[in-house]
């Protein structure tokens, strides 16, 4: 069964809604508490990574697990960095975003695991959400960055506050 046209874009205005609430409420909790925000870090895997997240808006921490450590050592780094869970929401301490494909799904496992052996509370419902609202569009976040103009208005809609101002 095919579907039509007007179907289809539905079925995305849905999806980009619904990718647009998630990320509206990461870039609120990922700005730094002078803008308002719990200044919650999102580990990324890459460079291209962090450029998407900054596309759509994101202004707070965003950590990357590719800088040429180990896993033990970065985990390390992020547990001293950033404790147990946030200490100005008091929710989860990182969100955890890497890609939704095989590899990342590894990654993403093997980090929290160790993350939450030291106790540290993780935020991986982002990515679950996500993934389920974007994979047509792709298994990356750094996919998501040619679909940002179109996921601005989804996630302003959730974050007016984090709307930058035209120069």
């Avoid at 982002?126 to 179109?150: F, I, N």
Wanted: glycine letters at 8%.
């Amino acid at each position: 069964m095919r579907l039509d046209k007007s179907s289809s874009a539905t079925n995305r205005h849905s999806r980009y809604q619904l990718a647009g609430r998630v990320l509206g409420e990461a870039r609120i909790r990922n700005r730094c508490t002078s803008e308002g925000g719990s200044n919650c870090p999102i580990l990324i895997e890459g460079k291209r990574d962090r450029l998407a997240l900054q596309k759509m808006g994101f202004t707070g921490e965003i950590e990357q697990v590719y800088r040429g450590w180990d896993q033990p050592r970065l985990v390390a780094y992020l547990f001293e960095k950033y404790g147990k869970k946030n200490s100005v929401d008091q929710g989860p301490a990182i969100i955890v975003l890497m890609d939704w494909d095989r590899t990342g799904g590894r990654l993403q496992r093997n980090i929290c695991d160790r993350l939450e052996a030291f106790g540290t509370t993780i935020d991986e419902k982002t990515r679950m959400e996500l993934a389920r609202a974007m994979k047509p569009e792709g298994r990356t976040v750094e996919s998501m960055k040619s679909h940002a103009d179109m996921l601005r208005p989804y996630i302003d809609a959730i974050d007016p506050d984090g709307i930058a101002e035209e120069s």
